[in-house]
């Protein structure tokens, strides 16, 4: 392959975009592309061109990608290679690829800065099959006319004749060889597999295929023999023409081939591919010898944000980085040489994304395997300086072991898989073993958000409403809607329950769109009825996420409900899942003159550099803050470092979850100018908010005991 010649590339996508950046990036690695929208327009200009490479988009609407690989292998002689661009990470994709014809897979989201390299890197490969398969025609052809080395031997081993079309690398010449014995020119096993052909071919005629290995001064060489009988008189000793043809190019050209397909290429690590087909032979022996074995699932917390905020490349140099560290992390030696009396060295895999994998093919107990996560854990907490930037991350693992949690490769990563989001859901940077409840409650989950689907089409929500006492007139002017869920056959279900379902299935943006319309119709409603009430509504991760939801404010508008009866509420949490596309959400939904609060203030990680950032108007107490007060000394010291920061930025104060008089006065004098909580009232329904408007809390007013 000459770098001086331009290399034709056909890039195969229906996403506009995509063309856009790949014949960008390709352009700009030298090469000269040529796009297509779809798959029947590659195969017009793949026939009435000549390219060095096909890259294609697996999913594509009509002809999809495997299908375009099939008619490109079937249609033409020439083996161009073709590679498989695909956000699908799952065993049968990748099966199906080669099966097809592929020559490689390429995983979305594409480092475009690596993509020029990474081309250059299969086209050498695929270069480097096409002069394997040469070569093998051109041996084929040898081996009936001028061998490589070409001896004739009797059944002894012994060498009568030697001839070498050209010099070998090793020091083999006719003085050297012929009237010798094979076991005093070859090495040990070496001459056992030339013995072993001989004896086959005596019985057969004629052998093939026999691999053996010669050491030479640097390295080594790996020859291919065959041997087939001479003709001779009756009773003669027989002879044998052997031919040996070195294959060490071929051998080296397989390597780097099955390097592709088992090796991640960004970390070095195992594949995917890898761990399970190593994890199933693991399984198979640790059932013969009895023994326990451990998969550990890893995911890194906050990954997400390094990619938002520094860039892929920074991004891949993580992945490298925690690859390094995991390898210099585990080692038997130094970490886990106790998990058992013999303990073999562990086995990394990078899954995917930020997803990795350990196997510890044996264990002596479930607490030795504990520490080991605990130590990865405690490696990935220290800091990772990257690009001149210090980064620090945490890990989620999931543990599953063999066979309390499955006797399949497949089942136990995917219980670790769940072990790993269990350890996520209780708060990151954690550790949890597998156990058949998890299963139990990701089933009673999915059942969860089936039942969801059809709540909202058959009316099963409503909204109850908890009133916010003004502190300085003593009257209720605000309330904030609560959903709830009253199911036909299982009765009340708490929010706790179904709000991180429909979170994590997507009905979160239907049923909050839900939320937030029944809310505003209520408020018309008090307004028009001579009350008028802010009323205030949560917004979810994903609405966040969701364009349409600064549309539908700006609806809402339009239809008459006055910006000021309207207060959105976010958590800190929600804000630092993609803070920059969130700041800029919450800036236009400000625009449109509605009030944005921060709610659960004091329970996530907002810096104050960001805090300042936020176009909020109200900051809430989280009530874990309040149920303390006044007696818990830590809690009031909170409470007042958040009222003082309320005060500095400017922004208004409520304390939530007010339940006692002794607390509502001492957040009057500490500054709260709003309250919510049972002491005042519980959340009630619509129609009860208008009888609660006249009640007065006097008492409030007097200073506390």
């Not at 793949?46 to 002809?63: C, K, Q």
């Not at 009253?486 to 769109?513: K, Q, Y």
């Not at 625009?591 to 950032?613: E, K, W």
Request: with cysteine.
């Amino acid at each position: 392959m000459s770098d001086a010649v331009p290399q034709q590339i056909l890039v195969v996508d229906d996403d506009p975009t995509a063309r856009i950046l790949m014949q960008a990036s390709l352009q700009q690695a030298g090469f000269v592309v040529q796009v297509a929208a779809d798959a029947q327009e590659a195969l017009q200009l793949f026939h009435g061109a000549s390219f060095d490479l096909v890259m294609s988009d697996v999913e594509m609407p009509g002809m999809d990608g495997f299908e375009l690989c099939a008619r490109l292998r079937a249609e033409s002689d020439v083996p161009v290679p073709v590679v498989m661009v695909t956000g699908m990470d799952d065993l049968a994709s990748i099966d199906r690829a080669f099966e097809v014809g592929a020559t490689d897979f390429l995983p979305k989201p594409i480092n475009w800065s690596l993509l020029g390299h990474r081309v250059r890197y299969i086209l050498r490969a695929s270069a480097a099959m096409s002069e394997l398969r040469r070569a093998n025609a051109s041996n084929r052809a040898i081996l009936d006319a001028i061998p490589d080395l070409l001896f004739e031997m009797d059944l002894d081993g012994l060498y009568l004749e030697f001839h070498s079309a050209e010099p070998m690398p090793v020091a083999w010449t006719p003085e050297h060889v012929v009237g010798r014995r094979v076991s005093d020119v070859l090495p040990g096993p070496a001459a056992a597999a030339v013995m072993g052909a001989l004896r086959s071919a005596a019985t057969t005629g004629r052998v093939h295929g026999v691999q053996y290995e010669i050491p030479v001064p640097k390295g080594s060489r790996w020859f291919e023999l065959s041997a087939a009988r001479k003709e001779g008189d009756p009773g003669q000793t027989p002879r044998f023409v052997v031919l040996a043809r070195d294959i060490t190019e071929r051998k080296s050209a397989e390597r780097q081939i099955e390097e592709l397909a088992y090796v991640d290429t960004l970390t070095g690590l195992p594949n995917r591919l890898s761990f399970l087909q190593r994890l199933e032979r693991e399984i198979v022996r640790a059932g013969f010898l009895g023994n326990r074995l451990a998969v550990l699932f890893l995911d890194m917390d906050g990954f997400k944000n390094i990619n938002d905020t520094l860039g892929h490349t920074v991004g891949d140099l993580a992945l490298q980085t925690i690859g390094t560290r995991l390898r210099e992390g585990v080692r038997p030696t130094d970490v886990v040489s106790r998990l058992s009396n013999d303990e073999p060295e562990l086995r990394l895999a990078r899954l995917g994304g930020d997803e990795f994998t350990v196997l510890v093919p044996r264990v002596s107990s479930s607490e030795a395997v504990m520490q080991l996560a605990e130590r990865i854990r405690d490696l990935m907490t220290r800091p990772f300086v990257l690009e001149g930037r210090e980064v620090v991350l945490t890990t989620s693992i999931g543990i599953a072991l063999y066979p309390e949690d499955g006797n399949s490769a497949d089942a136990l990563l995917k219980h670790a898989d769940t072990a790993m989001y269990h350890a996520k859901e209780e708060g990151r940077d954690n550790c949890k073993f597998y156990n058949v409840s998890l299963t139990q409650r990701a089933t009673q989950q999915l059942n969860l958000a089936s039942n969801l689907r059809l709540a909202l089409e058959r009316g099963e929500f409503r909204l109850a409403y908890q009133p916010q006492l003004d502190v300085a007139s003593g009257t209720i002017r605000s309330v904030e809607a609560l959903i709830r869920w009253t199911h036909p056959e299982h009765g009340v279900i708490s929010p706790m329950d179904f709000v991180p379902a429909a979170e994590r299935s997507g009905l979160i943006v239907g049923i909050g769109e839900w939320v937030l319309r029944t809310a505003c119709a209520d408020a018309v409603r008090w307004r028009d009825a001579g009350h008028p009430l802010r009323v205030g509504v949560n917004l979810s991760a994903r609405q966040l996420r969701n364009a349409g939801i600064l549309e539908s404010v700006r609806d809402l508008m339009a239809a008459g409900i006055a910006p000021e009866l309207l207060e959105l509420e976010v958590t800190e949490s929600v804000l630092m899942e993609d803070s920059h596309a969130t700041l800029t959400l919450l800036r236009e939904l400000r625009a449109t003159g509605v009030s944005l609060s921060l709610d659960d203030f004091g329970t996530g990680y907002s810096s104050m550099s960001y805090l300042r950032q936020l176009p909020i108007h109200r900051i809430k107490i989280d009530q874990s803050f309040v149920q303390g007060l006044p007696g818990d000394a830590e809690s009031l010291v909170i409470v007042r470092a958040i009222v003082g920061l309320a005060r500095s930025f400017g922004f208004g104060l409520t304390a939530e979850g007010v339940e006692t008089l002794e607390q509502a006065r001492l957040l009057r004098e500490l500054g709260c100018d709003s309250m919510q909580g049972y002491y005042f009232s519980r959340p009630v329904p619509a129609e009860e908010i208008p009888g609660l408007l006249a009640q007065r809390w006097p008492q409030i007013l007097e200073p506390a005991g």
